[in-house]
Structure formats: structure tokens, C-alpha cells
């Protein structure tokens, strides 16, 4: 069994085993009904089943999921970003939990600069998030705040008590003093960054409403995750990339190592309410919490 497949069983159980079993023929009837050819599934996958392929000329990425809610919202978040640099929208049916989206080409993610060029990905991200942002939000809109995804923390985890009251803390005051919302991506980070042509795309938004540090800092500052828990120096690599975003945002470093911190604490609850191992996620904590960083 694949990991993507054991994902989707871990978090779904029998709806996610049916949904599994049902993927060949909902993907023949999206071919059909989209005029999709030569679909290959591409590498990584995680929560998503998604495909490379053509239609007509032009290469094509199709995306489906179990969760359709979350299906719908990343394609509404799509199309209020229309123009502000993220991947093209080109179809979808809530109906079957499905999106079609144009491809980018070459389509290498940023993680091909890290770590050698981290300076120059970090740049890129933080002009995309930059962009992101100016987007206008849709009137009537239905996207969550990050109150309601920060929420998650006021539960009881299995977390040394005094991160985890630290990461509530922090959160009260961020959320206090961010006056200004704007649309953000919610999941920003180097594999959601594709090179297209000359310059650079960004793919799979959330769509949450939120402080504008929430996108370059968190999952920005912590991935490639696995690259970035085998380096030797972990905590200099951590306290660099903080000091870019400051220098690049204008912000109070304590801020960005702030939002950083509950990012990670509620990843670490995301995993732990799916089931997940956090043992890295744990030790990434431990070390942003340790001084000097």
C-alpha cells in the first residue's frame, strides 16, 4: 500500500477505503467528460490524487479529493486570485470532488534551491505572498479565519504542557493586534511554488482570512520539512530565514518567530487528531523553542 493510499485510509477510514476503490472509474468518467488524455499520476502524492496530462494542446493537471468542501474552497480561493500569481483554473465538478488547473511548465518546485540558494527561494516566496495578498477579496466570501483554524490549539493534546500554553498565549496576542486581514494562501511553502517559463507559480490554496506573516512564516520557515531536519545546523538555517522575512516584511523578528511557533504547534495537533507520527514535528518545536533563536 502506498503512503498517499495510507493517508487517505488514516484520515477517512471506510469512506476513504471506498473512495480508493471507486478512483479508476471516477477518473475514466472526469477523461471522458473533460477530453483528458495520456493522465499519469504524479510523484509525492499526499492527500490528493492528482494527474499530469493533456487537453487539446495544452498539458494539464486534474486534482480530486475526498474532502469536496475542501476541493470547493481551494477552487474559489483559485479564482480569487485570478491575476495575482497562481496557477490558472480551467474546471471543476463539486459534484464528483474534482478540479482540472493548467500546467506549469517546467513545473520544478523551489525546493530544487534549497538549500544552496535558500536566500533567492525565500525571496521568490515572500514576492508571491506579497502579490497574493493585494488580491481583492470576494464580496459575500466564506472563507474561514485563522481564529477558527487556531481553535484547534484550545483543545488537549498530548504536548508538553508548557508549549502548548505557550502557543495558546501567543496566539491570543496575534490575533489581537492583527488589524488588517487580508486573503491568504494558508499553505504557502517551496513544493507549492512551480517554476512557469521565466518566472514563478503558486498552486493548492487554502483560503483563509488572516494577518499577512501567517504566509511567510509556519510552513514558509519549517519545509522542506525532511531536508531541513537532516541539516547539521538546523538552528542558525531557522534564525537566518527568520531574520529574512523580518528584514523583508518590515516586521518585529519576535513576531515572525511568534507566528512560526503556533503554526508549528498546530501542525503538530493537525497530525496528532489524524493519527500521525510527530516525532520531527516535536524536535522542530524543540528547537525553535531553545534560546537564541
Known sequence: ????????????????????????????????????????????LSYNYVLSGCQDNSTVILKAGVDIQAIQQECEAICAFKGHGLIELLNSDFDKGAILIARAIPGETLTTLFPSMDNEALGIACRLAECLHKAPVPVGHKFPHLSEWLSILDKDWDLPKEQLQLARNLKKDLLNNSLVNVLLHGDLHYANILSDGDDWLVIDPKGVMGNSLYD??????????????????????????????????????????????????????????????????????DILSAPGV
Open 216 to 285: 511567510i512564516t509556519g510552513a514558509l520557515l519549517r519545509e522542506p520539512f525532511k531536508k531541513v531536519m537532516e541539516l547539521s545546523n538546523i538552528s542558525g538555517m531557522l534564525k537566518n530565514r527568520m531574520e529574512f522575512v523580518a528584514q523583508y516584511s518590515g516586521s518585529d523578528i519576535k513576531q515572525v518567530w511568534a507566528w512560526t511557533y503556533v503554526q508549528t504547534v498546530m501542525s503538530i495537533c493537525w497530525s496528532l487528531e489524524d493519527g500521525q507520527d510527530v516525532i520531527l514535528k516535536q524536535k522542530f518545536l
Open 1 to 44: 500500500m502506498s503512503e498517499f493510499e495510507e493517508n487517505i485510509i488514516l484520515i477517512y477510514g471506510e469512506r476513504g477505503r471506498k473512495w480508493l476503490k471507486s478512483l479508476p472509474s471516477l477518473i475514466s468518467q472526469l477523461s471522458v467528460q473533460w477530453g483528458l488524455r495520456d493522465l499519469v499520476p504524479c510523484e509525492h
